[in-house]
């Protein structure tokens, strides 16, 4: 057997090593001992930041096995100069308090502890003491940002622009991905600012998605993440330098008119543009619109209506190149008027608001409420000023009063002011007369703080109907309870919402429904100070199952791992087992682990096979689900299979420096040895597009360690840490240092160029 076979047969048992060690579930070094080391404990978020002097907590899960927890403390990210403490269990936390003068960032890991030893770090976690306010600073962090729509819809090679504010803020965090979770997202930084825009532009082959986000930031902390905005960039027609035009601006035409009164919709000139299309619908999805080509830059409707009816305007421009991407959507009321037959006779009446109290402290919550006579509907607008110039303002249906809660967490203190007025098929009523309240900054008066929000886990994709699930969030330091709320639609009109007592972290549900349901999830933390802000919106599919005639959707399959790599070219069989009461299977494929431009088959059988010829390492990824009459289940949990192209087989035996790792052209990483509990290893990793990471693809025991004598040979510490002290990369030398992130990839961290050479 020569050496290239020798490592091929102990590739498959290495890679289980690595995946085991990264995992952190058992140590290699004691895995043939009756002793076992405690695996890894995950470390929950402690929060984003506190002011000097406050005190804090951080926890951990239990770990099988465990006697006790190692936590270490240190203001830089390698933890140098970290300070440890024991925590005994069953205990699983531990408290931090640090009075500082100058804003500083404290991270924490966590290692398990028994008689066999120690098991493998945590992940790493942090948190931010602000130095607070010392002459007129801040007394809070900022408020969550405002972040703008940047439109729907650009072509490729367009620019376009996001902009946002907060309140309080002095910098801001700005994140660009083509994922909703924010996966290998690209972040920049802005500060010195309390509000910014920032343009951008892409170039793509292939319709794509930009998502985008918005932290804010000032000396005291760190606020949460805004909402997110997505704007769709159009792959275009390309080729000849002919352009599309720019997208149009669509003002508001105006809030309502009567049956039979005429009005004019108009938008700006777009560059390049030689005329429009304007759309007209009664819903917006602008599902049987009806729309008109001008080569101006308005167009006039008018409607005769027996019913209130609401209608939806969107315009895009036209050049001989192709269309622009729709503007911003707008709407115009058309109001039926008296109808004189047992319909309404007049508009509602003036509503009445109610007071909403004199003022509350930053972040508490406060309700406003309001009725009007002969009311099916009610516009609601808020001001931080008497006039309501820039007044953010909601639309409620189809109720005779109402009511709103609101939150505010503001740096200075501030007045809000409201208004409401109402509507039926008649048309509206006047303003109502205005109601006001105080939110006051800081603390109020003995120290006490509105929880933080929580961040709330992903329940999962779907369930079929009468199946349970759960949805969990992180701990908040200073909550006493945690109100959840859920809601069939994503504004959570009509939630249902529950109070789960701290120190529980989780709610069960379980829905029997006859049609496939969406449910929405939120969550706010409580104390006695009053409530935090909400989290982020998580969903659950319940899928509708047994239907009246007794049918009963097929319950999800479980795929089978196919292997972890074959050579381009050669073959393999994506399984998974059989279910009953399934006819056939959906599989589907993809490049991406979105599954983002996937292809699906489907088949009768339960496996599908696949072969790929490719000139550079790929991820092909897998899921599956089961399908009957009545429906489909919910996606099997994914699978991959690594494709190598057959001409960069790795090599065992040294190069011509043996002492050297190379960096391909193509970004393929290969460290020909690597030193780990006393023995040699060689590795593979293929770089992940768009981030600085590195994903270990294959790896294999050296066996020829003679080669390497004379050489410095790179290191991987106990805490997943490499260090490659001379790496090649179009014939200079660098060194290296990367860090170990999530499964089996590693961040570069810090590197150079080595001078010596």
Same mark, same amino acid.
């Given at each position: ?100 003068t100058a804003t500083t960032t404290y991270y924490y890991r966590v290692r398990s502890v028994n008689t066999c ?337 929580? &961040?709330?886990? #992903?329940? @999962?994709? =779907?369930?079929?109907? %009468?199946?349970? *699930? !759960?949805?969990? $969030?992180?701990? +908040? /330091? ?79 399959? &479980?795929?089978? #791992?196919? @292997?972890? =790599?074959?050579?381009? %070219?050669?073959? *393999? !069989?994506?399984? $998974?087992?059989? +279910? /009953? ?86 970004? =393929? ?89």
């Open positions: 057997m020569n050496v290239k076979q020798q490592a091929k047969s102990v590739s498959f048992t290495v890679l289980s090593f690595f995946l085991v060690v990264l995992l952190s579930l058992i140590s290699y070094a004691t895995a043939q001992a009756v002793c076992t080391m405690p695996g890894a404990p995950m470390v929950y978020d402690p929060g984003m930041s506190v002011t000097s002097g406050a005190s804090y907590t951080v926890n951990w899960n239990p770990v099988t096995g465990a006697d006790s927890y190692e936590i270490c403390e240190a203001t830089n990210i390698s933890f140098a100069g970290e300070t440890c403490a024991t925590v005994t269990a069953p205990a699983l936390s531990n408290s931090y308090s640090h009075t500082v030893g120690s098991g493998g770090w945590s992940s790493t976690r942090d948190m931010t003491v602000s130095a607070g306010s010392s002459g007129g600073g801040c007394t809070t962090a900022p408020g969550i940002p405002t972040v703008s729509d940047p439109g729907t819809s650009v072509n490729s090679g367009q620019s376009y622009t996001l902009a946002w504010s907060a309140t309080g803020a002095t910098g801001f965090q700005i994140c660009e991905a083509t994922n909703p979770d924010f996966t290998g997202a690209l972040c920049s930084t802005m500060t010195g600012v309390s509000a910014g825009s920032a343009n951008y532009s892409h170039t793509v082959t292939a319709t794509t998605t930009y998502y985008y986000r918005v932290t804010a930031s000032n000396s005291c902390g760190i606020s949460a993440w805004s909402g997110t905005q997505d704007i769709v960039v159009s792959a275009g027609t390309g080729g000849g330098g002919c352009t599309t035009p720019g997208v149009p601006m669509l003002p508001d035409p105006g809030m309502s008119v009567t049956s039979g009164t005429g009005y004019t919709v108009s938008w700006n000139a777009a560059p390049g543009a030689d005329s429009y299309e304007i759309c007209e619908a009664t819903c917006t999805s602008f599902t049987g619109e009806t729309c008109t080509t001008v080569t101006g830059t308005s167009n006039s409707y008018n409607h005769t209506e027996t019913s209130t009816t609401t209608y939806y305007y969107r315009v895009r421009s036209i050049n001989t190149c192709g269309t622009s991407g729709w503007s911003s959507t707008r709407d115009m009321m058309v109001s039926a008027g008296s109808s004189g037959g047992g319909g309404c006779t007049a508009a509602p009446g003036i509503p009445t608001v109610g007071d909403p109290g004199t003022s509350v402290n930053s972040g508490q919550s406060y309700t406003l409420s309001w009725s009007a006579t002969g009311a099916t509907a009610y516009e609601i607008c808020e001001a931080t000023n008497p006039d309501f110039t820039g007044a953010l303002c909601s639309t409620m249906t189809g109720v005779s009063a109402g009511s709103a809660n609101y939150s505010h967490t503001v740096t200075a203190t501030t007045t809000y002011y409201y208004r409401v007025k109402a509507s039926n098929s008649c048309g509206f009523s006047p303003w109502s007369g205005t109601q006001d309240i105080v939110v006051s900054a800081g603390s109020g008066g003995g120290g006490c703080t509105a929880p933080g929000a929580p &961040m709330v886990y #992903d329940p @999962g994709m =779907s369930v079929t109907s %009468g199946e349970s *699930y !759960t949805v969990n $969030w992180n701990p +908040v /330091t200073g909550a006493d309870s945690y109100e959840i709320c859920e809601a069939t639609n994503t504004s959570f009109a009509g939630e249902t919402c529950e109070t789960v007592t701290a120190p529980a972290l989780s709610n069960s549900y379980s829905h029997t429904v006859t049609t496939t349901t969406t449910y929405y999830y939120r969550v706010r933390s409580v104390n006695t100070c009053g409530s935090g802000g909400w989290s982020s919106t998580r969903d659950m599919t319940v899928s509708a199952g047994s239907s009246s005639g007794g049918c009963t959707t097929a319950l999800r399959p &479980m795929i089978y #791992d196919p @292997g972890m =790599s074959v050579n381009s %070219g050669s073959s *393999y !069989t994506v399984s $998974w087992n059989g +279910v /009953t009461d399934a006819t056939r299977y959906e599989i589907c494929e993809s490049t991406d682990r979105s599954f983002a431009g996937g292809i699906c088959v489907t088949v009768a059988r339960t496996s599908n096979s696949y072969s790929h010829t490719v000139p550079v390492t790929t991820s092909y990824y897998y899921r599956v689900r089961s399908m009957n009459t009545c429906g489909v289940s919910g996606w099997s949990m994914t699978r991959d299979m690594v494709v190598s192209p057959a001409e960069n087989t790795v090599q065992s035996e040294p190069a011509d420096d043996p002492c050297a790792a190379t960096l391909s052209d193509d970004l =393929s990483l290969h460290v020909p040895h690597i030193i780990f509990w006393g023995l040699f290893y060689w590795a593979d990793f293929r770089y992940v597009p768009n981030t600085l990471s590195f994903e270990l693809r294959d790896a294999g025991i050296v066996t020829d360690e003679g080669s390497y004598g004379g050489c410095d040979p790179t290191s991987l510490s106990s805490d997943y840490r490499i260090h490659i002290p001379k790496l090649k990369y179009r014939g200079v030398s660098y060194w290296a240092d990367f860090e170990h992130s999530h499964d089996l990839l590693f961040d570069l961290k810090d590197a150079g160029e080595r001078l010596e050479d």
